[in-house]
């Protein structure tokens, strides 16, 4: 690992943060891939913050995520809990007996076209056990291409996944994968619904214990370790697991950083009453608790609201996406999510994750808004500030948090990154001696343009920017979301289409501390405390009682009073 790396843990718990995260690490996966554009800048990401040098028992080197994810039994579909990559350790041991030797083979899930096509086109399992994989990055510099002839990949269909390992690209480290065998996937029964059960299951010494192992196994071997990124499903009972999880990393490795994102999937009916009440419960539940014990929460959905009343999912002017599927929801959340956690993953300064917190949430402001521009709309014969000031003074990006339409509130503080666009374009290309439109177009240099836009938009807000050259991957498997009138790099053609694929993309991104939470953690503990939880005694079986769910309300009455606007309101 390049000295200096500031090692992050990622965290994956629960289904939806699962479709997310495989979209995620899919973008890492390609961002590793040697740019074939020589504008682009290789080395403006660290790879090593989030990826581990390792070695199989046969001496391959192998590069695989720092990570450790929980999901429920029969989730996996065909990926093996330890991950394929290194041999399995059981058959081994069972090898060693020269005992009788019975073996029982539960039935395999048939392996997803797209995950047979990325066998034969990343690497073969041969006859001597040995996996052989594509060559790994050396440090920070990208991968060199292993042939010449790689296989085109098919690109999977939204009917071919069930699960998100069926669109899963990488290869994981067998301590990577945990499985919570008392609860089931797939089924009407056994479902791990509530935040109460999943409490639980850390509080059993079983799953306790293995994550604390699989913890302590990652973590010895970083040498700058910067903290802890939470990828957890806010709606379900994995709100409950993220909760008990936040508070052992803050017991046992205080003084580091711990975001957490809390993901829902899109839209919801009224039809679905039962559903829907759990839904609110969870994400109270978990939103109240998350913030207890991480330096920074971030709810991430499509959709537009996190109360009882359903909200049409949000728009993107040149994204077709079906908010349904949590294939397609999963893709555009990550790409927001790779966006505005570039700061920490920076190889020259990065803003750590315990800086970027303290920068977002004072005066007790620890739950922030999301929200991206997917993506950005430049169009290629403009510049950076004529984009700008076409976007007048609305807010430049989609939300993403279910907390509304942000019109009328106001931002305390935010981080900012934009990446992707060519540094041609990043300032003004106007003609000496023309009379420059507004005062962006003064600027020298792009990071001086988007600094400007920022004190312009809100003067009063304190802001962090960051530019960047680096796109965002959208290869295959990510799914095909784009309109026509997007050229291969993902900018706004102003011709006719050219019929080729985009395959990056540029993306404003940003995190926010917004009076927007005001009303929408407001609004949340209103429809809490309009419920009947007599009709709802299943919820409190699941080891909640009536005075957890009074304290909820009170802290989230305080986590609502801190976002009140006051004198910080924008003319």
């Known amino acids: 690992m390049a000295r200096g790396a500031q090692e992050v843990l990622t965290l994956q718990l629960g289904h939806f943060a699962g479709f997310v995260g495989a979209h995620w690490w899919n973008q890492q996966d390609a961002a590793l891939c040697r740019p074939t554009d020589a504008k682009e800048s290789p080395g403006e990401l660290c790879p090593d913050v989030l990826y581990r040098t390792g070695r199989t028992l046969h001496g391959q080197e192998t590069y695989t995520p720092r990570l450790i994810l929980m999901d429920l039994k029969g989730s996996l579909s065909s990926l093996k809990q330890d991950g394929g990559l290194y041999r399995d350790k059981q058959l081994d041991a069972a090898i060693a007996w020269q005992g009788k030797l019975t073996t029982h ?125 939470i990828l957890c499903d806010l709606h379900n009972g994995f709100s409950g697991v993220g909760a008990k999880a936040a508070e052992l990393l803050q017991d046992e490795y205080s003084g580091r950083g711990i975001i957490t994102w809390g993901l829902l999937p899109g839209p919801y009916h009224l039809r679905e009453p039962q559903k829907n009440i759990y839904r609110l419960l969870n994400t109270a539940f978990g939103l109240v608790h998350l913030s207890a014990h991480s330096s920074l929460v971030c709810p991430l959905s499509l959709g537009g609201s996190l109360g009882l009343q359903p909200e049409p999912p949000v728009n993107f002017p040149h994204l077709q996406y079906d908010a349904a599927l949590p294939f397609h929801c ?105 009379p420059l439109p507004s005062r962006l177009h003064a600027c020298t240099t792009g990071e001086e343009v988007l600094a400007q836009y920022l004190q312009q938009q809100q003067p009063r807000v304190r802001s962090s920017s960051h530019l960047l050259l680096t796109p965002c991957k959208v290869v295959p498997p990510y799914p095909y979301l784009f309109s026509s009138s997007l050229s291969q790099q993902g900018l706004v053609l102003d011709g006719p289409p050219t019929g080729a694929a985009v395959e990056s993309i540029p993306v404003l991104g940003a995190l926010c501390s917004s009076s927007s939470l005001n009303r929408t953690l407001g609004d949340l503990a209103k429809d809490l405390a309009k419920l009947d939880l007599r009709r709802w005694a299943s919820f409190m079986d699941a080891g909640v009682e009536q005075d957890d769910l009074e304290e909820t309300l009170q802290e989230l009455h305080s986590l609502a009073q801190c976002y009140q606007s006051g004198d910080s309101l924008m003319d």
């Not at 066998?119 to 060199?144: C, M, Q």
């Not at 293995?210 to 990652?218: Q, T």
């Open 105 to 229: 083979k539960e039935e395999l899930y048939p392996k997803n076209p797209y995950l047979q096509d990325l066998l034969s086109a990343e690497g073969v399992l041969n006859s001597d056990g040995i996996w052989r994989v594509k060559s790994i990055p050396n440090g920070t510099a990208p991968p060199p291409f292993t042939t010449a002839t790689t296989p085109k990949p098919v690109i999977p269909t939204e009917g071919s996944i069930r699960v998100w390992s069926d669109f899963l690209r990488i290869h994981l480290h067998p301590r990577s994968i945990c499985m919570i065998q008392k609860y089931n996937h797939d089924g009407e029964a056994g479902r791990l619904e509530a935040f109460g059960q999943g409490e639980s299951i850390l509080k059993e010494p079983k799953y306790l214990e293995e994550l604390e192992d699989r913890l302590h196994f990652y973590v010895e071997e970083c040498d700058y370790l910067q903290g802890f990124q």
């Open 330 to 434: 999963g893709a555009i959340l990550a790409t927001a999510l790779d966006t505005v956690t570039v700061p920490y993953r920076l190889c020259s300064s990065p803003v750590s994750m315990v800086h970027l917190a303290d920068m977002l949430n004072f005066s007790g402001k620890k739950v922030v808004t999301a929200g991206a521009t997917i993506p950005f709309p430049l169009v290629p014969s403009q510049s950076l500030p004529d984009t700008l000031m076409q976007l007048g003074t609305a807010t430049p990006w989609t939300p993403l948090s279910a907390c509304g339409d942000p019109s009328g509130t106001c931002c305390f503080a935010q981080s900012v990154v934009l990446r992707g666009l060519d540094r041609a374009c990043h300032t003004s290309q106007l003609t000496p001696g023309t």
